[in-house]
C-alpha cells in the first residue's frame, strides 16, 4: 500500500520524518515521462533521475559521458510525469567537482530548466564546499557514498566499497560531514550491510541503500533492472520483479509474423 496522500507531494522534510518513524523509502530511477507517469501512479516516493541514463538508455559503458544538458532533457520529462513523487537529479560528472562556483551554476541551470525538486552528487568531504553553496541557495542536495559510479576508472571497477578498516570510517566521517553540510539524505551504494546499517544509525537524515542491505531508511534500484529489461546484468543484490526483455521480444516476434502473413492489419483494424 502506498504512503503517498493523493494530491500531496512528497518533500525533503517528508523523507526526514519517514526516517524519524521507521516508515521505509522507496526510490526508483525513471528517465522518460511515461515511465514517469507509471511510477509516480504505483505510489513511489522518489524518482531519481541518474545518470546511469547514460548507461541504460544512451549504451555507454560508464556514466561519464552524459552532460548538464542531456540531464535537463530526462528530468524535465520525469518532472511532466509525476506529480506526488519527489524528483531527485544526479549532477553529471565535470559539472560540480572542480568547484564550489561551478557546482553552484550547474546546480542552478539545472534546477530552473527541469524544474527538479533536489539534487545528487557523489562523493564525501571533499564536496563540501560545494554542498554547502549549493543547499545555501535553497537546492536540496542528496549525497552519494560508496561505490561512486563516476569514479568508476579510479576504483578500477564496480565492485563493493568499505570492505576494510580505513575505507569504511572513511565513509562514516563522510557521512556525518554530509549531513552537517546539509545534505537531506544520502544513497550509498554497495557495501556491506553491517556498515549501512551503522551509517544509519549515525546520522538523522535518511540513508538510501543499492546493493547495501536491509538496514539502511529505504532502497533504490534502477528501474529497467528491476522490470528485467537488462537481459544480462545480474547483480546478486537485484531482484527482478518481471522479465520484460522476454516479453517484449515474444510480443515483437508476434507482430513481424502478423505483418508479414498480413494478419495484421486485419479488416476490423483498417478504415
Known amino acids: 500500500m502506498s504512503h503517498i496522500t493523493p494530491n500531496k507531494r512528497i518533500t525533503t522534510a517528508r523523507l526526514k520524518q519517514m526516517k524519524a518513524k521507521g516508515d521505509l523509502i522507496t526510490m526508483l530511477t525513471a528517465y522518460d515521462y511515461t515511465m514517469a507517469k507509471i ?6 516516493e522518489v524518482l531519481l533521475v541518474g545518470d546511469s541514463a547514460a548507461n541504460v538508455f544512451a549504451g555507454h559503458d560508464t556514466t561519464l559521458p552524459i552532460t548538464v544538458d542531456q540531464m535537463i532533457y530526462h528530468a524535465s520529462a520525469v518532472c511532466r510525469g509525476a506529480s506526488q513523487a519527489l524528483v531527485l537529479v544526479d549532477m553529471p560528472f565535470g559539472s560540480y567537482e572542480e568547484n564550489a562556483t561551478d557546482a553552484f551554476n550547474a546546480a542552478v541551470k539545472i534546477m530552473k530548466e527541469s524544474r527538479a ?11 563540501v564546499p560545494q554542498i554547502k553553496k549549493i543547499t545555501a541557495a535553497g537546492i536540496p542536495i542528496c549525497g552519494h557514498l560508496g561505490l561512486t559510479p563516476q569514479s568508476v576508472n579510479q576504483f578500477g571497477g564496480f565492485g563493493v566499497r568499505a570492505k576494510d578498516q580505513g575505507e569504511a ?5 563522510d557521512a556525518i560531514a554530509l549531513e552537517e553540510a546539509g545534505c537531506f539524505a544520502i544513497v550509498v551504494e554497495k557495501i556491506p550491510a553491517e556498515l549501512a546499517k551503522t ?9 538510501i541503500g543499492i546493493g547495501s542491505g536491509n538496514g539502511c531508511d529505504g532502497q533504490v534500484l534502477v528501474v529497467n533492472d528491476v522490470l528485467g529489461l537488462t537481459k544480462d546484468f545480474k547483480p546478486k543484490f537485484l531482484r527482478n520483479y518481471l522479465n520484460l526483455y522476454e516479453e517484449i521480444s515474444g510480443a515483437v516476434k508476434n507482430y513481424i509474423s ?6 495484421y492489419p486485419n479488416k476490423n483494424e483498417q478504415y
Open 39 to 44: 511510477l509516480d501512479d504505483s505510489g513511489i
Open 258 to 263: 502478423d505483418v508479414k502473413t498480413k494478419d
Open 117 to 127: 525538486h533536489a539534487l545528487k552528487l557523489e562523493g564525501g568531504v571533499e564536496i
Open 169 to 173: 570510517e572513511k565513509l562514516i566521517s
Open 199 to 207: 551509517v544509519s544509525q549515525k546520522v538523522a537524515i535518511p540513508i
